[in-house]
């Protein structure tokens, strides 16, 4: 079965530094990957997603995260956190159901940005 | 576009009654899915509409139930309400067969189960 494990309930980081959020997958085949970011108040959107093509993968407001089979993870990064990450981030597993698929999401990490 | 758009935003109920949730999916999307998102929590998924049918459906009880419109909106009902019930219930909207594209959410309802 897919499943997702965010390592960190908590992180905090100072304004200007960076930032690491750390997600591990368990999935029987390629999965698919996601971040969703969920400010409060407001919906989910999506920061980034993996579908097996460049490892690397970049997405809105400066994230990046790293696809590493051997290591089944998927870890959230940015060089310089601003005070407006302040959010919670989902790490998301796509379960395929033929034409469509269902989201499994991880338990959240809350970030914390200090002044 | 309006994006995915959810009603009522917030809601109080009462145990062992029930309600109903509404979502419009984003224009040009066909799918509708549910989730719901307990305190603390990541979303968990409750089931999925295309086509008027469910499609997939998420490890929840038969008191959840929902219904898809021609116009592809759609309902989440919940009977005989629990506490345990009190939760963000968050709608997505996706495309039907083409499933590595990005799922749109809204909002969300904020159940109370009092």
């Known amino acids: 079965a897919q499943s997702v494990t965010q390592l960190d309930s908590h992180v905090s980081v100072s304004e200007g530094t960076p930032v690491l959020l750390r997600c591990n997958y368990s999935s029987s085949y390629s999965p698919s990957l996601f971040w969703y970011v969920q400010h409060p108040n407001k919906g989910l959107q999506l920061l980034l997603k993996y579908t097996s093509a460049a490892t690397l993968v970049k997405g809105i407001n400066g994230f990046e995260a790293e696809f590493k089979k051997s290591e089944t993870s998927f870890h959230l990064t940015k060089p310089s956190a601003h005070m407006s990450d302040a959010a919670e981030y989902f790490c998301v597993v796509t379960v395929y159901g033929g034409a469509t698929n269902k989201l499994i999401f991880g338990t959240g990490t809350l970030l914390a940005v200090q002044p | 576009d309006a994006g995915v758009t959810q009603s009522p935003t917030h809601l109080i109920k009462t145990r062992g009654q029930q309600v109903t949730l509404r979502c419009s999916p984003k224009?040009?999307?066909?799918?509708v899915s549910w989730y719901q998102q307990a305190l603390g929590q990541g979303p968990q998924f409750i089931f999925q509409?295309?086509?008027?049918?469910?499609?997939q459906r998420g490890n929840f009880p038969d008191r959840f139930s929902g219904h898809q419109f021609p116009n592809y909106s759609s309902e989440l009902n919940v009977n005989a309400l629990l506490l345990g019930d009190s939760a963000l219930y968050l709608c997505?909207?996706?495309?039907?067969?083409?499933?590595?594209?990005?799922?749109?959410f809204g909002q969300g309802t904020r159940l109370t189960v009092v």
């Open positions: 224009s040009g999307h066909d799918t």
């Open positions: 997505a909207s996706s495309s039907w067969g083409l499933p590595n594209t990005e799922a749109f």
């Open positions: 509409y295309y086509e008027e049918e469910e499609r």
